[in-house]
C-alpha cells in the first residue's frame, strides 16, 4: 500500500495495527467497547480498523463530514470509548464534546503480536449507522459471528481461492 508517497507492507502495517491495539486496550478497549474512527483513506485509516480490531473493540466508522447533530448523536448512541482521528478530524471531533478519548493512530507504536482480547463469536464486531425510515441515526450491530458466517459463504457461493480477486462491497 502507498500513502503519502510512503510505501509500506503487510508487515509494517501489521505491527503498527498491533502497538496501536496494545495502546488502545490501555485506553480501556476490550471486547463491547465502541471505537469510532474518523479519518480520511489512508494508511492510518487501516491501521485504525485493524487495531481496533486487534485490541477486541468494536469499531464504527463515522464520517467527520456528516452533519455535527448526526455526528454527535452516533458517538452517544454507540457509546464510542475512543475516537481514532487525523490531523484533518480532530478538531471537529473534538468541538463536539464527546465523552470519549480523542486520539490519533500512533505511528511509533508497533509490537510483534496483538494483545489477548478474549472476543467471543457473539462479541460486537464493528457498528454502522443508519438513518431508515425516520431519518434518525439508528444504530445497526453486527458480531464476529456474523462476519465469519458472510466470509464464509461468500469464500462458497464465489469460490473464492489463493490468488482471487473479488471485493464484497463493490457496485
Known amino acids: 500500500m502507498e500513502d503519502r508517497g510512503e ?24 471486547p463491547g ?32 463530514e456528516c452533519p455535527a447533530e448526526r455526528l454527535r448523536t452516533m458517538l452517544e448512541q454507540a ?13 471537529r471531533v473534538a468541538g463536539l464534546g464527546a465523552a470519549a478519548a480523542i486520539t490519533a493512530v500512533d505511528r511509533d507504536a508497533v509490537a510483534a ?18 438513518s431508515g425510515t425516520t431519518g434518525q441515526p439508528k444504530a445497526i450491530v453486527n458480531t464476529h459471528e456474523s462476519l465469519a458466517n458472510l466470509h464464509v459463504a461468500q469464500r462458497r457461493v464465489f469460490q473464492v481461492r489463493p490468488g ?4 464484497s462491497s463493490c457496485p
Open 7 to 30: 510505501a509500506y507492507s503487510y508487515a509494517t502495517i501489521d505491527a503498527l495495527a498491533n502497538g496501536n491495539a496494545h495502546r488502545l486496550r490501555t485506553l480501556g478497549v476490550e
Open 33 to 64: 467497547s465502541v471505537v469510532a474512527v474518523t479519518m480520511r483513506r489512508s494508511a492510518d485509516l487501516v491501521v485504525a480498523i485493524l487495531a481496533v480490531a486487534k485490541a477486541g473493540g468494536a469499531f464504527l466508522l463515522a464520517d467527520a
Open 79 to 91: 457509546r464510542a470509548r475512543v475516537v481514532l482521528t487525523d490531523d484533518l478530524t480532530a478538531g
Open 113 to 130: 503480536g496483538p494483545p489477548i482480547t478474549g472476543v467471543a463469536p457473539g462479541d460486537t464486531a464493528y457498528v454502522v449507522f443508519t
Open 164 to 167: 482471487t480477486g473479488w471485493c
